[in-house]
RNA sequence: GGGGCUGUAGCUCAGUGGUAGAGCAUCUGCCUUUUAAGCAGAGGGUCGUAGGUUCGAUCCCUACCAGCCUCACCA
């Protein structure tokens, strides 16, 4: 028996034995079939939904019928009257059943749990205690729910102040159980919806300048355009290993050398790396490259499209997160890494050998070891020192040829590349380049790279010959950009933790 | 990978070297404008898994599994 095959087995067994509360479910089903009612309907036509009736509602008004569905999520029966909360996309609502009104529904209503989705229909009033109701004429089961959902109350007081009791708080079975979580906490919801937004605004800004929206392979024969270790898989008719994609980067330049005018997409890259707050294996990048521009040229289009995203998203320029206050009103603060290494640290790095940079690492506590070039320790105390400490979001440019291998040399700074990236709540947000298109010069970084990977370092980037081809054909001057669509979400929705804006963060599997 | 914390009822959590408790949820009864509904009663557990110490383990020890935090690694 293999693994998949133990793991089936294991979840029959384990529906076998459901507990005391799913069986009771599981009778109850049997009873409603009993009255004839599919607990499984097909269809029900909705005409209203639970946010919009509260808003529309006027007691002046003549009363007015709706029609709603959704999930019970509380239920107070009072013999032959009853209230429950039900769920549905926008929000949720009160309905108000009595016998008198509904007949032989009631007694099916006896048989429904909270969990189980209803179609309603009935005219919508306001109770004696002040909650916006439907008094409902009819009641549907649309689906019952066979296994018990948390039960989550809240109290709201005179202030509007909220307060949960027993919430379903467990950060593995909110994760694991995603639509659980969904559906008892409702700001979850919100997180997503907002992502939606992110992603369609970004869209919207882009298309609207006229670029092209494109799609590149994940599974590539050499993997490239980051410094990261990549997964590995297989093709079994080719009996050929794949990489999944680290980055889009190199297929997207290829795009460009074919002609297009400005290139974007949006899409998963996957780095076999270590996961924490900010890191998830498999994460969605916006990768965008715009022939004849330059960085500098980027450096307003990414100010002005994080400005419109973030007025699609939450409707103002100024956000919290955590304890401070992000302005994303244009222009931002540019300043070069040598300098920002100086403003903080005091140290000047320019000109500097790998070992004294080494020196000035360890005198800051910095930790550097033997397969690190200049680059990467110039990075190691720019990561440790200076970055945690910006907050508004600011470019930081100009960046040590080592570590860029992909960027252009600066046009007057020896031994710098024309880099930004995007530094915003202590976090890179985004990381453009004026595009190297030498390819010559890109051949040489390339055997570096191969260098430094002989010397151990794992991440380096391996030599990409089609790639090389391309560039020998010519690729215009570009500009090429990237931006962590999660890491944007997690600013402008005010999480500290990237799973709180994945669905399905990794994890180990269940056992 | 290192360190710390956690795992007990459907959910949130107490607790003890003598095989277990609360609130909510569930079930029974009463209740036709309630809202953390209420009142009265009842049921529900392999105390993460496997070993060990012990007369006896949910508790002590070891390993393992899973999660969170943190460091390392890493955008």
């Known amino acids: 028996m293999n693994e998949h095959e133990d793991r089936l087995s294991k979840r029959e067994s384990f529906e076998q034995e459901q507990n005391e509360l799913i069986k009771r479910r599981l009778e109850e089903l049997e009873e409603l079939k009993k009255l004839g009612v599919n607990p499984y309907a097909y269809s029900f036509d909705v005409d209203s939904y639970s946010s919009d009736i509260l808003a529309s509602f006027k007691d002046d008004a003549p009363p007015s019928d709706a029609s709603v569905a959704g999930r019970i999520v509380s239920l107070r029966r009072m013999g ?227 400005h419109f995203v973030a007025l699609a998203v939450t409707g103002g320029a100024k956000v919290k997160v955590g304890k401070n206050e992000i302005d994303f ?12 290494i100086r403003e903080v640290t005091g140290e000047e790095l320019a ?19 033997l397969s690190m070039g200049a680059g990467k320790i110039i990075d190691a105390i720019f990561s440790e020192l200076v970055e945690p400490k910006l907050i508004q979001p600011t470019f930081i440019t100009d960046y040590p040829v080592e570590m860029s291998p992909l960027a252009k040399r600066h046009r007057s700074k020896p031994g710098l590349v024309e880099r930004f990236e995007l530094m915003c709540n202590g976090h890179e947000l985004a990381n453009a380049f004026s595009e190297l298109n030498d390819p010559l010069d890109q051949r040489s970084r390339f055997e570096d790279q191969a260098r430094l990977k002989a010397r151990g370092d794992e991440e380096a980037m391996v030599v990409d010959e089609d790639f090389l081809r391309a560039l020998e054909y010519g690729m215009p001057p570009t500009a090429g950009l990237g931006v962590g669509i999660d890491r944007l979400t997690m600013v402008l929705t005010d999480r500290d933790s990237i799973r709180d804006v994945i669905f399905f963060p990794q994890m180990k599997p269940e056992k």
């Open 80 to 306: 032959k009257a009853s209230f429950c909360h039900i769920r549905d996309s926008k929000g949720k609502m009160q309905i108000y059943l009595k016998r008198d009104d509904i007949g032989s529904a009631y007694d099916q209503f006896k048989l429904m749990d909270i969990g189980d989705i209803v179609g309603v229909k009935g005219t919508v009033f306001r109770t004696k205690t002040g909650e916006v109701s439907i008094h409902a004429k009819s009641l549907e089961l649309l689906s019952k729910s066979v296994r018990p959902l948390p039960v989550v109350k809240e109290k709201v007081d005179e202030q509007g102040n909220k307060t949960v009791y027993d919430p379903f708080s467990d950060k593995e079975l909110r994760y694991r159980q995603r639509y659980v979580d969904l559906v008892v906490n409702p700001d979850v919801r919100e997180v997503f919806v907002k992502r939606a937004k992110v992603v369609s605004s970004v869209r919207k800004f882009l298309d609207e300048k006229g670029y092209l929206e494109v799609e590149t392979p994940a599974l590539q024969p050499i993997y490239g355009g980051a410094a990261a270790r990549p997964f590995t898989t297989h093709h079994n008719a080719l009996d050929f290993d794949f990489y999944l994609r680290i980055s889009d980067e190199l297929y997207l330049k290829r795009l460009i050398v074919g002609g297009f005018e400005g290139v974007y997409e949006i899409g998963k890259d996957f780095r076999n790396e270590g996961m924490d707050k900010s890191h998830n294996p498999e994460f969605t990048m916006l990768e965008l490259y715009v022939p004849y521009k330059d960085y500098n040229w980027m450096m307003e289009l990414v100010e002005r499209l994080i």
């Open 329 to 340: 009103t244009p222009p931002w603060k540019r300043i070069t890494m040598l300098d920002s």
């Open 351 to 369: 000109g500097k050998s790998e070992g004294d940079l080494s020196a000035i690492a360890k005198k800051h506590h910095v930790e550097v070891d």
